[in-house]
Nanobody
Framework: QVQLVESGGTLVQPGGSLRLSCAAS????????MGWCRQAPGKQRELVAE???????RYTDSVKGRFTISRDNAKNTIYLQMNSLKPEDTAVYYC?????????WGQGTQVTVST
């Protein structure tokens, strides 16, 4: 069983930066994939970034070059560094860890990009 708690979401101006953190209660080492998804009002939840087993990363096209996902196995924590934020990045961001056959989710953290 893994419990995930996100933090770091807040109101930020366009062009600003934020770092989201996801602290896991259990070990995330050996997970099949770890990542961040987001859901904006009236839209479906979408994958933003993930790290798969072996260390490869992938990003949705709209955040490539701006967002970076990373992990600290010793701290059981996943990070999402977000730079050059845009109003369209406004959403609730959720942390996700998949270890077959289970998929674990955090409660989400709100990121609002606005003047």
């Amino acid at each position: 069983q893994v419990q995930l708690v996100e933090s770091g979401g807040t109101l930020v101006q366009p062009g600003g930066s934020l770092r989201l953190s996801c602290a896991a209660s259990g070990s995330i080492f050996g997970a099949d994939a770890m990542g961040w998804c987001r859901q904006a009002p009236g839209k479906q939840r979408e994958l933003v970034a993930e790290i798969v087993r072996g260390g490869s990363t992938r990003y949705t096209d709209s955040v490539k070059g701006r967002f970076t996902i990373s992990r600290d196995n010793a701290k059981n924590t996943i990070y999402l560094q977000m730079n050059s934020l845009k109003p369209e990045d406004t959403a609730v961001y959720y942390c996700n860890v998949r270890r077959w056959p289970h998929s674990y989710w955090g409660q989400g953290t709100q990121v609002t990009v606005s003047t």
